[in-house]
């Protein structure tokens, strides 16, 4: 069966501090997405990661993808209330680019 | 990316109707996608809206309750056929294949479906 696993699904933190959220799956795939969505808005592509070891940072925000292990990370550093959001994991398994989706991991930042 | 739209963005119906959605982007894309999203939840892939020819559907869902069109490459529909409370969702589309960023997937702003 076709699974991306997320940990965690909730994330309250302090601002300022560091973690790291976890997405896993168990298909082959070379091909993985982040998505940001905030309460009652749609879905913002936050990266694509296209290969193994493939690593891409924007502001606080970094993703990296291992393939071989079959796990994504999005780290977040120094966070900042502005981050608290919903963030979901994507993969592609199929020929015809469909996704499978994990549960999201809910993240707010307090002041 | 590009821009996408969805109308409408909410509607409330009653149990047996249909409504359609639509979906309409600013340039031509090679792949629309129709998803589901209840709230709270995470996203469904309901369709491909194939151009010229009939959707492909992912397990659970079939074109009777929710026929899609796709006349041409910046536009699709999806219909959500007799209605019942559970049908209650938000219904995105997503489109790929944009020629400055092929690899991404891009939503449209969805539309918040509420059956009574």
């Known amino acids: 069966e076709l699974k991306v696993e997320q940990n965690p699904l909730f994330l309250s933190m302090q601002e300022g501090k560091n973690y790291t959220i976890y997405c896993n799956y168990s298909?082959?795939?070379?091909?993985l997405y982040w998505y940001r969505q905030d309460p009652g808005k749609s879905l913002e592509s936050l990266f694509v990661l296209l290969s193994n070891g493939a690593v891409k940072q924007e502001g606080r925000l970094m993703a990296s993808l291992d393939t071989k292990a079959r796990l994504s990370t999005l780290h977040i550093t120094a966070a900042v209330h502005d981050l608290s959001a919903t963030y979901f994991c994507?993969?592609?398994?199929?020929?015809?680019?469909?996704?499978?989706w994990g549960a999201g991991t809910k993240l707010i930042i307090k002041p | 990316s590009a821009v996408i739209s969805q109308k409408p963005s909410r509607d409330i119906c009653q149990r047996g109707t249909s409504l359609t959605i639509q979906c309409q982007v600013d340039?031509?894309?090679?792949?629309m996608f129709w998803y589901r999203q209840q709230p709270g939840q995470s996203l469904t892939l309901i369709a491909t809206a194939n151009q010229g020819s009939e959707a492909t559907y992912e397990s659970g869902f079939v074109i009777d309750k929710f026929p899609i069109s796709r006349p041409n490459l910046t536009f699709s529909t999806l219909t959500v056929s007799n209605m019942s409370p559970e049908d209650s969702s938000i219904y995105l589309c997503?489109?790929?294949?944009?020629?400055?960023?092929?690899?991404?997937?891009?939503f449209g702003p969805g539309t918040r479906l509420t059956v009574l």
């Open positions: 994507a993969v592609d398994w199929g020929s015809n680019y469909q996704l499978i």
């Open positions: 997503s489109v790929m294949g944009l020629p400055s960023s092929y690899n991404e997937q891009f």
């Open positions: 340039s031509q894309v090679t792949m």
């Open positions: 298909t082959t795939s070379d091909r």
